[in-house]
């Protein structure tokens, strides 16, 4: 009988992980969302103190950290997976995709700042900061492209290959329309993790924000919603009230990470919907 | 529209060095990495001797004195706090989700999780400072509540969702057979867990703990905040101190590129640049054994 004590004790013991974890999650959600949202007014993002700079230039750093990444990130990705032989070199190129996936983003911001601010002179820049983030970027984007590619079942390059089409019309016209629903995931992936990303912008990107609204000029500061938060946070300038700054700011970033994580579940099943829907027709 | 021959295999060959191209360039950059950060951190040993650096926790660059033992510390402290709290609940939310919960529990509990990672570290950070802090402040004796101890609580929570998603999925990959043996010869369900699907499992497990290890001994922003920032060697688990990533942060913007003190700060990041590799390097050997098996 007491085996099957300690079993139920066991499946107890373990409900009570799981409701833990989860209400650690909601108290963290509704926390940083019950502080916050009061203080998102109109007034919070054209105030003063607004913050529609950072907002603008959130995205606009993770725009220009896309286009240096995904070109490459993708072609390393459908390397891995459509070409690669089992030699030293795939190897050598496996090893270091792992690599810099585990590199700390404050290592990525010191080499960022040693290249683009020093030995290039350029300064804190938005153009510097984006390259610096795109580095980020790249072993997820590596990673996802190849797992969704090696998805698409071997049967569909064998029909397209038997047809005369050679591997690059297979790859466009068959492959990577098939594998888009996890490209497209695996892209909002790396736009939730680089919109957040801070100890890389600060060393790169630096802690201001232009004084002109929506600046495009890529040789600009720029800094972000994340650091901001942070700067708010670390060192808060006095006369400004930054406590209610760093409030509003954090629930802004949440909302965007929960839009973000929405857009990535909700499309994707519809996409992947739409797909098999069509195969069945 | 019918193309030339020529052209459809010319775009073939083109298409196909873009590609091996693009994969060599993301190796050259792990390497530009590691020689950039390294020659800059290494040159701070012309200045300051290699074990006066490793074995002193004098850090104060006014007077020349260049020991980064506090922050090593600091950083393995943290480290090892948040695997010992956050490894075995993420065991258990991994082990519950593989095997537990019932679907309609996965089917939230699982994106939920996911939505953990993606909360950006500057608002663990923040979250840290308000709460955790204030809460370690007013249960115990001390005087601000910064410490290791609170980086480490920060710390357990942002690496569940790397533990239980790695672990998960790892629990999901085995074959069900060994389950169904086990049941079948009369184990309950927390033995067949216990004894048969959690050790079958444990090298995808200790993949997951290592890359948790990783996240956590890299984590700059949410540690900073919550870590008190005093070079000083800590006496307690709740007196401040700084960590490698947090003193980085703390001290670059204020020393000049290329003096002695910068180059300290690389020579600190370079560390956790190998200790990261060191990290990948288990990590395939932990997967190698998992496959030999």
Known sequence: ?281 | MPQSKSWVHFNDRLSRYIFISSAVLVSLIILCIIWFVGMQGLSTFRQVSVLEFFTSSKWNPDSGQFGALTFIAGSIGTTLIAILLGGPLGLAGAVFLAEIAPPWVRSFMRPATDLFAGIPSVVYGYVGLTVVVGFIRRSTNSSTGYGVLAAGIVLAIMILPTVISLSEDALRSLPGSYKEASLALGATRWQTIRRVLVPAASPGILTAIILAMARAIGETMAVQMVIGNSPRFPGSLITPTSTLTSNIVMEMGNTPFGSTWNNGLFMMSFILLIIALILIILVRTAVRRGAAR
């Open chain 1, 1 to 281: 009988m007491k085996t099957r004590q300690t079993d139920r004790f066991a499946s107890i013991m373990l409900w009570i992980g799981a409701i833990a974890i989860v209400t650690l999650l909601v108290a963290f959600l509704g926390y940083i969302l019950g502080r916050g949202l009061p203080y998102l007014t109109p007034d919070f993002f054209n105030g003063p103190d607004g913050v529609s700079g950072q907002l603008f230039n959130s995205f606009y750093l993770l725009a220009l950290s896309l286009i240096f990444s995904l070109p490459i990130g993708l072609g390393a990705g459908i390397y891995l997976a459509e070409y690669a032989p089992h030699n030293k070199l795939t190897d050598i190129i496996r090893l270091s995709t792992e690599s810099l996936a585990t590199v700390p983003s404050i290592v990525f911001g010191l080499f960022g700042m040693i290249v683009f601010v020093n030995k290039l002179g350029l300064g804190f820049t938005i153009l510097g900061g984006a390259a610096t983030l795109a580095l980020l970027n790249l072993p997820i984007l590596v990673r996802v492209t190849e797992e969704s590619l090696r998805a698409v079942p071997g049967s569909y390059r064998e029909a397209s290959l038997a047809l005369g089409a050679t591997m690059w019309q297979t790859l466009r016209k068959v492959i990577l329309p098939t594998a888009l629903p996890g490209l497209i995931t695996g892209v909002t992936l790396v736009a939730g993790r680089a919109l957040g990303e801070t100890a890389i912008l600060i060393f790169t990107a630096g802690m201001n924000v232009s004084r002109n609204l929506f600046d495009m000029n890529p040789l600009a500061a720029g800094e972000t919603l994340a650091v901001h938060l942070f700067a708010a946070k670390s060192n808060p300038l006095p006369g400004t009230n930054a406590d209610q700054i760093a409030d509003g700011t954090a629930a802004l970033l949440i909302i965007m990470v929960i839009v973000f994580n929405l857009c990535l579940t909700l499309p994707s099943r519809w996409l992947q919907y739409r797909l098999l829907g069509k195969n069945k027709g």
